[in-house]
């Protein structure tokens, strides 16, 4: 299994408990993530996040309606937290989100996201044709609507 990464680091205006405490709270989700996504939290359970919380979210990639169930595998309040895909598009994807003070009152959060496509050769041509190019323009478009809302 060929696994990719993503890795993206953003300076936020807030101490890191106050920016843990926004990606931590599953809501949140939809304000960060492009419309043309149609992304929509479905449940999550327990509804705080917590270790071992379940995630559902439906979304469209690239006009297909896709079912993704992420779970968190590791809860660090304050400092990280892991989300890990289930059930979805992805063979493998995890998600690392970390909150580090700045020295200045601020947050540095880095996101790194480590990914396999399915379907062997299919799925590797996918991801050169766009999916790299997808997942760059979501984290594009988060980084945008994180200034904004902080």
Do not use: C
């Amino acid at each position: 299994m060929r696994v990719n990464q993503f890795e993206q680091r953003q300076r936020l205006p807030l101490p890191p408990e106050e920016a843990f405490e926004f990606f931590g709270d599953a809501r949140n989700l939809e304000a960060v993530t492009p419309d043309w996504l149609h992304f929509r939290v479905v449940s999550v359970e327990p509804p705080q996040l917590e270790e071992n919380a379940l995630i559902v979210y439906r979304l469209r990639v690239r006009g297909i309606p896709v079912n993704w169930t992420t779970k968190i595998i590791e809860w660090e309040p304050g400092r990280r937290f892991v989300d890990e895909q289930i059930r979805g598009p992805y063979k493998l994807w995890e998600h690392t989100h970390w909150f580090e003070a700045d020295g200045q009152g601020g947050t540095w959060m880095t996101d790194r996201v480590r990914y396999a496509m399915p379907f062997g050769p299919l799925g590797r041509l996918a991801h050169r044709l766009f999916v790299r190019r997808d997942i760059r323009r979501i984290f594009d478009y988060r980084r945008e609507r994180i200034a904004e809302l902080t």
